[in-house]
């Protein structure tokens, strides 16, 4: 059983599409991230959230706890999002729980 | 400021030794955090440390061991490697406040022969 459950597993998107990534996890939290992935490995933190809605360039994330919910949308999406995008949340006992990703290719 | 280093960036080992890695997090952070990811299981949480001590342990193996400095530099020690053991290991750093935003280093890719 998977605390964290992603969908898509991959997706593939033309260039200026919106794209939506869904997360959902059984445990409880104390903040929910997301993190992009590139080829070669290089993670990075885009969101950290434990409520609410985050916006940062094209980029939105919303939780939604209640429900156990967080997605990540794309506006206007580029070739450079191209990447894998991966779902954490950090349990109260600061143990990390890793959805599986999300790979997303954008067409030109 | 400097990002998270890890050294080495590449590893390549034998079945049965042992190994370590060492991880510099960003100047001021408390808390170091190691990972490992394979293509099959995806990202796993081995531990982490913050301020000398382990705060929380993964489900792996006593085979795999950290610690920390004082000034916050970690190292994750593997003994007896096996060949499932060849993964990317990455370490990120955070203030560790809990929730906090977490850095991550490049990684080092470990494989065991």
């Known amino acids: 059983k998977n605390e964290v459950e992603q969908s898509p597993q991959n997706l593939t998107a033309q260039e200026g599409e919106f794209i939506t990534i869904n997360c959902s996890y059984s445990?409880?939290?104390?903040?929910l991230h997301w993190l992009q992935q590139h080829p070669g490995g290089g993670i990075v933190s885009l969101f950290m959230?434990?409520?609410g809605k985050k916006k940062h360039g094209r980029l939105i994330a919303t939780i939604n706890i209640q429900e156990k919910h967080s997605s990540l949308h794309i506006t206007a999406s580029h070739p450079r999002d191209s990447a894998v995008y991966i779902c954490?949340?950090?349990?109260?006992?600061?143990?990390?729980?890793f959805g599986t990703g999300t790979s997303l290719t954008v067409i030109p | 400021k400097a990002g998270v280093t890890q050294t080495p960036r590449y590893l390549i080992k034998t079945r049965g030794q042992q190994v370590t890695l060492s991880c510099s997090p960003i100047?001021?952070?408390?808390?170091v955090s190691w990972y490992q990811q394979t293509p099959g299981q995806g990202l796993q949480f081995l531990f982490e440390?913050?301020?000398?001590?382990?705060?929380n342990k993964g489900n792996f193996p006593g085979r795999f061991s950290g610690r920390q400095f004082s000034n916050s530099r970690s190292e994750m020690n593997v003994s007896t490697l096996e060949l499932g053991d060849s993964a990317l290991y990455l370490c990120?750093?955070?203030?560790?406040?809990?929730?906090?935003?977490?850095?991550f280093g490049p990684g080092t890719r470990l494989t065991v022969l």
């Open positions: 954490a949340v950090k349990g109260y006992g600061y143990q990390f729980y």
């Open positions: 440390y913050f301020s000398e001590t382990q705060r």
């Open positions: 959230l434990s409520s």
């Open positions: 990120a750093s955070s203030a560790g406040t809990g929730g906090d935003t977490q850095y």
């Open positions: 445990v409880g939290i104390s903040a």
């Open positions: 100047s001021g952070h408390r808390s």
